[in-house]
């Protein structure tokens, strides 16, 4: 009964290629994110939607498109994977966006671009 | 976004003994901050929170102490267990909106 659950957990592609990271989460929250945690294990937040309506976008390259159909689900499409996109991705949710909550994460997605 | 940082990148404590992990905070507007654990493998864990309307908080063997004169936040950890071995991450929110900035983490090791 994972709460919130990302897939793939490990993606490996080349330079160039586009791919797409999923999320779903199951605790009925209304806002959900995207956070990328870097090899020095620093997390900075890309993306949040509330109720599908796109919240949060920091300075985050063009390349990266997030989509909410419903607010259960969040994806993360990438096109044009380059060297320094890969991290850790991390998708997580919290009851509200107005109010302040923590999160609960995801268990990742290791983005690996050679 | 605003600075939060970690003192102590690295920290090795006997099992049984208390742990101390400092977190330093640049944002004097932030009201809010969560200590969060990070498993090997596994998403940051939600541990404890404060509100800038306190200075202490405690939980079941964790105490998280706020220090906003000098932007200063600590998560104490009793009787420090094997189990506890992780990253430890302190992070701050950004007023109106469920944003938080995390801090670069503690990476701390128990010895049996």
């Known amino acids: 009964d994972t709460a919130v659950s990302q897939t793939p957990k490990y993606l490996v592609t080349q330079m160039g290629n586009d791919k797409s990271i999923k999320c779903e989460q199951n605790l009925g929250h209304d806002t959900m994110y995207w956070y990328k945690q870097d090899s020095k294990k620093f997390l900075k937040i890309m993306f949040s939607y509330n109720n599908k309506e796109l919240i949060i976008n920091e300075t985050v390259p063009n390349r990266f498109s997030p989509k909410s159909p419903d607010k259960a689900h969040l994806n993360l499409h990438i096109n044009s994977l380059e060297l320094g996109d890969s991290a850790v991705y991390f998708c997580?949710?919290?009851?509200?966006?107005?109010?302040?909550?923590?999160?609960?994460f995801g268990s990742g997605t290791r983005l690996t671009v050679v | 976004g605003e600075s939060v940082g970690l003192h102590l990148p690295t920290l090795s404590v006997q099992e049984g003994d208390n742990s101390i992990i400092n977190c330093a905070y640049s944002n004097s507007a932030s009201d809010y901050f969560i200590w969060y654990k990070q498993e090997s493998g596994k998403g940051p864990q939600f541990i404890i929170d404060?509100?800038?309307?306190?200075d202490k908080r405690q939980g079941q063997r964790v105490t998280v102490l706020l220090n906003k004169t000098v932007k200063h936040l600590s998560l104490q950890i009793a009787a420090t267990q094997p189990g506890d071995s992780a990253v430890y991450f302190c992070a701050e929110n950004e007023n109106n909106f469920n944003k938080f900035y995390f801090g670069s983490g503690t990476k701390l090791n128990v010895k049996p």
């Open positions: 404060i509100r800038s309307n306190m």
């Open positions: 997580a949710s919290s009851r509200a966006a107005t109010e302040v909550y923590g999160y609960t």
